[in-house]
């Protein structure tokens, strides 16, 4: 039954599809903290009629599923969790985080405004079979077979059809917000070294006692419209490899980041990626014309006459921003998207001159062998400086 009316929904997917990849976030439209909508909530009873057993896998079990590129759930396969993740802030996107006791996992359920639909703590059944496990630099997803457009950085696809969300989404009764888990330094470096499965990917975590590491990582493409994966490195502009690049906020909306650019801050930055490099943004493509693909020379169009910094500023799009923080000597990422409400709030200046420390508390996944975190609400909330 499934599988049909998956064929159905396919003409209504055409057009999302090719836009269900992006790998940033794209604008949030919030309207406050409107109580979520009144839809059935369903039992454990109610799911026997779909199909459900009568056990759940823990979340833990199926990711032991997975052995390295995506993998399509088969069989009569239902997890539960409790929902830690909300997207008010617009800091989480298109995305829902959920917990149970053995860890957390990211269900991408494609759809903004899920705070309507979906209350901290809320108990949620996922149907997994059909659906596709896989990750994104070695964070665990659950969505759907990734589309046309993905590369090998992404082995799912966005859930983005309601017929289909419906068939494998169940929202259940509604409980009180869980509490973050507090964490040490030890306990990130056993999820770090236990890879995939760790049991901390994908939870509610405070980390004590962090210290900003006057470093970020951000990675900007001067034309977001072109191909910017790691195989186009004359769209890559990477703000890694400097300290700050005297960037004090969580992230850049698209109005601060045309003010940093304009002002210069960022022109010692180089075009390229990794090992790749052809020369600052004060440049143009050009410039670069012997170093850069004829196809990817070409992409650029007229544009090739302006600097990189000029194509930066006609093609602004808002940014985000990952701050690193140090609890011992292991690093924590803070990775704040520039839609986010928060994204040009600045951090306490305590931070940025090593007088504080910090707790902070959000959502911890792991990318590229790192832990990373993502806030779930203000910065004000969820960063605790003394």
Same mark, same amino acid.
């Given at each position: 039954?499934?599988?049909?009316?998956?064929?159905?929904?396919?003409?209504?997917?055409?057009?999302?599809?090719?836009?269900?990849?992006?790998?940033?976030?794209?604008?949030?439209?919030?309207?406050?903290?409107?109580?979520?909508?009144?839809?059935?909530?369903?039992?454990?009873?109610?799911?026997?009629?779909?199909?459900?057993?009568?056990? $759940?896998?823990?979340?833990h079990d199926l990711k032991a599923m997975y052995k390295g590129g995506g993998i399509e759930v088969g069989g009569?396969?239902?997890?539960?969790?409790?929902?830690?993740?909300?997207? *008010?802030?617009?800091?989480?996107?298109?995305?829902?985080?959920?917990?149970?006791?053995?860890?957390?996992?990211?269900?991408?359920?494609?759809?903004?405004?899920?705070?309507?639909?979906?209350?901290?703590?809320?108990?949620?059944?996922?149907?997994?079979?059909?659906?596709?496990?896989?990750?994104?630099?070695?964070?665990?997803?659950?969505?759907?077979?990734?589309?046309?457009?993905s590369t090998n950085e992404y082995e799912t696809s966005y859930i983005d059809v309601q017929a289909i969300i419906?068939?494998?989404?169940?929202?259940?009764?509604?409980?009180?917000?869980?509490?973050?888990? =507090?964490?040490?330094?030890?306990?990130?470096?056993?999820?770090?070294?236990?890879?995939?499965?760790?049991?901390?990917?994908?939870?509610?975590?405070?980390?004590?006692?962090?210290?900003?590491?006057?470093?970020?990582?951000?990675? =900007?493409?001067?034309?977001?419209?072109?191909?910017?994966?790691?195989?186009?490195?004359?769209?890559? =502009? $990477?703000?890694?490899?400097?300290?700050?690049?005297?960037?004090?906020?969580w992230a850049m909306s698209k109005n601060l980041y045309m003010t940093y650019v304009m002002n210069g801050m960022?022109?010692?930055?180089?075009?390229?990626?990794?090992?790749?490099?052809?020369?600052?943004?004060?440049?143009?493509?050009?410039?670069?014309?012997?170093?850069?693909?004829?196809?990817?020379?070409?992409? $650029?169009?007229?544009? =090739?006459?302006?600097?990189?910094?000029?194509?930066?500023?006609?093609?602004?799009?808002?940014?985000?921003?990952?701050?690193?923080?140090?609890?011992?000597?292991?690093?924590?990422?803070?990775?704040?998207?520039?839609?986010?409400?928060?994204?040009?709030?600045?951090?306490?200046?305590?931070?940025?001159?090593?007088?504080?420390?910090?707790?902070?508390?959000?959502?911890?996944?792991?990318?590229?062998?790192?832990?990373?975190?993502?806030?779930?609400?203000?910065?004000? *909330?969820? *960063?605790?400086?003394?």
């Amino acid at each position: 039954m499934k599988k049909i009316l998956t064929l159905l929904c396919v003409a209504l997917t055409a057009l999302s599809s090719c836009r269900s990849l992006r790998e940033e976030w794209e604008p949030v439209f919030t309207f406050g903290e409107n109580l979520p909508a009144a839809e059935k909530l369903y039992t454990e009873d109610d799911l026997r009629e779909f199909g459900f057993g009568g056990k $759940f896998t823990t979340i833990h079990d199926l990711k032991a599923m997975y052995k390295g590129g995506g993998i399509e759930v088969g069989g009569n396969v239902w997890i539960r969790g409790q929902v830690i993740s909300s997207d *008010v802030t617009g800091n989480i996107y298109r995305e829902l985080y959920i917990q149970d006791e053995t860890g957390g996992i990211d269900v991408k359920i494609g759809k903004s405004s899920l705070y309507s639909e979906f209350s901290l703590g809320q108990w949620v059944y996922v149907y997994c079979d059909g659906l596709t496990l896989g990750a994104y630099n070695g964070m665990p997803q659950l969505g759907m077979e990734a589309d046309g457009t993905s590369t090998n950085e992404y082995e799912t696809s966005y859930i983005d059809v309601q017929a289909i969300i419906d068939q494998h989404v169940y929202r259940g009764a509604k409980a009180e917000a869980l509490k973050p888990l =507090v964490v040490s330094e030890n306990d990130i470096k056993a999820a770090i070294s236990a890879g995939y499965t760790g049991e901390l990917w994908g939870k509610l975590v405070t980390v004590p006692g962090l210290q900003y590491g006057n470093e970020i990582f951000a990675l =900007v493409y001067p034309n977001p419209n072109l191909p910017h994966k790691s195989t186009n490195p004359e769209n890559r =502009v $990477f703000l890694s490899d400097k300290g700050t690049w005297g960037i004090d906020t969580w992230a850049m909306s698209k109005n601060l980041y045309m003010t940093y650019v304009m002002n210069g801050m960022f022109d010692e930055a180089e075009v390229g990626s990794g090992a790749t490099r052809f020369g600052t943004i004060t440049n143009r493509p050009q410039d670069f014309k012997d170093k850069i693909a004829a196809k990817a020379y070409d992409s $650029f169009g007229s544009d =090739v006459r302006l600097s990189y910094k000029e194509i930066m500023v006609k093609y602004a799009t808002a940014n985000y921003v990952s701050h690193y923080f140090r609890i011992g000597k292991t690093d924590v990422q803070v990775r704040t998207s520039g839609y986010a409400r928060f994204s040009d709030t600045p951090l306490d200046s305590r931070l940025l001159d090593g007088s504080a420390k910090c707790d902070i508390t959000g959502i911890l996944s792991i990318y590229n062998g790192a832990a990373q975190f993502s806030l779930v609400d203000e910065p004000s *909330v969820s *960063v605790k400086v003394y």
